[in-house]
Nanobody, 135 residues
Framework: QVQLVESGGGLVQAGGSLRLSCAASGFDLGYYGIGWFRQAPGKEREGVACIASSDGIIESEKGRTYYTDAAKGRFTISRDKVKNTVYLQRDSLKPEDTAVYLC?????????????????????WGQGTQVTVSS
């Protein structure tokens, strides 16, 4: 069974920080591209960041990180192989960061992060973790 579980969200004042976790069970997430996405109320789901698989792809792509233009310089995605977890960190949170944050894995192993916004060929979605930033 493949499962992803997000955690780490909560209510934070503007300027605060959060590190969200995407924990995998049933598979080694190092073999898959893993994306972080968010969905604000009344808006479409959008990509935030993605990290390419650490195996099964060309050397130059292994572990490479990708960000949307809006997220670049504001979010950091990383992988802990031992804990089988991908993290998304955000410092200096702003009210516009309020959303449900979700993670998902690419359908096939040995994948990069092409076309992750909007999400394409991502499966094993978690239930999401709510991030609320107050002003």
């Amino acid at each position: 069974q493949v499962q992803l579980v997000e955690s780490g969200g909560g209510l934070v004042q503007a300027g605060g920080s959060l590190r969200l976790s995407c924990a995998a069970s049933g598979f080694d997430l190092g073999y898959y591209g893993i994306g972080w996405f968010r969905q604000a109320p009344g808006k479409e789901r959008e990509g935030v960041a993605c990290i390419a698989s650490s195996d099964g792809i060309i050397e130059s792509e292994k572990g490479r990180t990708y960000y949307t233009d809006a997220a670049k310089g504001r979010f950091t995605i990383s992988r802990d192989k031992v804990k089988n977890t991908v993290y998304l960190q955000r410092d200096s949170l702003k009210p516009e960061d309020t959303a449900v944050y979700l993670c998902a894995a690419r359908r096939e192993p040995g994948t990069s992060c092409d076309y992750f916004d909007p999400p394409t060929d991502f499966v094993s979605w978690g239930q999401g973790t709510q991030v609320t930033v107050s002003s």
